[in-house]
């Protein structure tokens, strides 16, 4: 287990690089920062002899303090709403952009991994990267039966760090999660437990196969859209082989258009696609930035990269639908029952306050031209209210926001003129009658209806086992226990004094990563 002192250590070092570049600049004038926490910002500040003026180096910041920051920062880029469009801007030097392992440590790695020379597998492989990330590095090859396919590689020792920093990123939340407030609100110890199963699931390249395999069937019904195949012989944990795309990025328009390839309909089909994974399948791409899409030839769509995947149980989805349509639509009361039914805000408040919330969210952005219509600031807006209605974070939610902040743009930059309302509400429509309509409210009745019978003998089975006649064992806690050091069963007197000092510098980094959108 990781001590305090180191875990000290490591948050004194990261809060002193974001105030040396000027990252934490933002928290003394942040009204929702505690005030402590903000005094020991500037604190930080004042002792790093950095100044307020002058442009905050988030990029630089986020790439000094490590990996796990990096991916970060990655998914803070695709944010402008959430961070503004200078810190977006300065972030995008961190995606695909960083220094290369050198090819003999990426030939190591592939020879250890399958336990063979790399010629076994590969007839040639080139050993300048396509494109080298904070996890991984990507490399063209040729294998020995012919095939043109992209491998992507671990970064040796990736694993380790992202573990190390990931127990300080836990051990801080719970800190500044016990400080309450809105840092309680935020539940940043659950976003801490999100990121590290995002992370886990990254850096295992396997889980990302497995999952551009389960989309792959999620869309084979979908034309225009596709998931490169999978070489499996050639993929294990820290190895991923994958079909060779040779399209044109989604982001070159010029290009696109060169080509004879219709814009419109490409994003129109982008936006079906995103809403058909996210409504229809309940589990979506959630790193859909312009480098991980590709156009062919023939117009289809081909996405890479499926490290981050968001999935969205079957009422969350009939919930988010009915939500979407209910936007669109105007009807405001019922937007608002169903954050009641969902259990998003809590019961004590109105649902014809949150109702009137929601219309001051929506009725400014109703009548306005194509071009100034915004799905992501009309969710934005939707977030700003929250705190006003004592609604916690839904870290599902905050993916699937940044999602369709990601594809709205791309769509919009593909045509100006698209609006996300009227494209997606024929489909939220369709799917609604489809889904809650009569005759599938019968159909699902019946189906839960048997499918509880069936259950019953299993289920008397493990009443049983959970509450045997002399008591059973409770339910692991869901989240790591953390030992606070402000149980006085930590430390001394005067020692607690020194830990808690750091601690709040630690804190103020932390608070920083959540008024920036890291912790929610």
Do not use: C
Request: glycine letters at 8%; charged letters at 25%.
């Amino acid at each position: 287990m990781t001590s305090p002192v180191v875990h000290l250590a490591r948050l004194a070092r990261w809060g002193t690089t974001l105030a040396r570049r000027r990252a934490l600049v933002g928290i003394e004038d942040d009204p929702n920062a505690p005030t402590p926490v903000k005094r020991l910002v500037k604190l930080a500040r004042w002792a790093t002899f950095t100044s307020k003026r002058g442009e905050p180096d988030y990029a630089g910041a986020f790439r000094a303090i490590g990996p796990a920051a990096i991916k970060l920062g990655q998914s803070l880029a695709t944010r402008p709403d959430l961070v503004g469009e200078e810190a977006a801007s300065n972030l995008l030097s961190l995606q695909d952009s960083l220094p290369p392992v050198p090819f003999e440590e990426i030939k190591a790695q592939i020879e250890a991994s399958f336990d063979q020379p790399i010629g076994a597998l590969f007839a040639e492989i080139d050993p300048d990267p396509v494109g080298a990330a904070s996890i991984a590095q990507v490399h063209k090859a040729v294998t020995t039966d012919g095939r043109t396919v992209a491998v992507k590689v671990l970064r040796p020792g990736i694993r380790e760090k992202f573990a190390r920093d990931i127990q300080t990123y836990e051990w801080a939340a719970a800190h500044v999660e016990a400080m309450g407030g809105e840092a309680t609100r935020l539940r940043p110890r659950l976003t801490i437990a999100n990121f590290k199963r995002w992370s886990n699931s990254e850096l295992d390249l396997r889980r990302e196969a497995a999952s551009a395999s389960e989309l792959a069937e999620e869309m084979s019904g979908i034309g225009g859209y596709r998931i490169p195949e999978i070489d499996w012989d050639r993929t294990n944990g820290r190895v991923l082989t994958i079909e060779w795309i040779d399209g044109v990025k989604i982001s070159r328009t010029d290009e696109l258009l060169a080509r004879g390839h219709d814009l419109d309909a490409i994003a129109e089909k982008l936006v079906i696609s995103f809403l058909t994974q996210a409504i229809s399948a309940g589990f979506f791409h959630a790193d859909m930035h312009q480098g991980n899409l590709f156009v062919e030839d023939d117009g289809t769509i081909v996405a890479i990269d499926f490290g981050i995947m968001g999935r969205i149980d079957r009422r969350a989805r009939q919930w988010l639908a009915e939500i979407l349509y209910g936007l669109t639509t105007g009807n405001y009361k019922r937007v608002a029952e169903i954050h009641f039914e969902a259990q998003y805000v809590p019961s004590y408040h109105s649902v014809g306050e949150f109702a009137t919330a929601l219309r001051a969210v929506g009725e400014p952005m109703r009548g306005k031209p194509v071009k100034e219509l915004s799905v992501g600031q009309m969710l934005d807006g939707l977030f700003a209210i929250t705190r006003d209605f004592d609604m916690q974070t839904q870290p599902h939610l905050l993916l699937l926001q940044k999602t369709m902040v990601m594809v709205e743009g791309i769509a919009t930059q593909l045509n100006e003129n698209i609006n996300m309302w009227d494209t997606a509400a024929p489909y939220v429509r369709s799917w609604i009658r489809d889904e809650l309509g009569p005759e599938a409210a019968v159909a699902e009745r019946i189906k839960e209806d048997t499918q509880t019978l069936m259950r019953l003998p299993d289920l008397i089975r493990r009443i049983d086992e959970r509450f045997p006649p002399k008591g059973g064992a409770p339910e692991a806690a869901p989240l790591p226990e953390i030992k606070l050091l402000t149980d006085r069963s930590q430390s001394g007197g005067g020692s607690r004094l020194g830990y808690l000092v750091a601690l709040l510098v630690g804190a103020g980094a932390m608070w920083g990563a959540s008024s920036m959108g890291w912790l929610g």
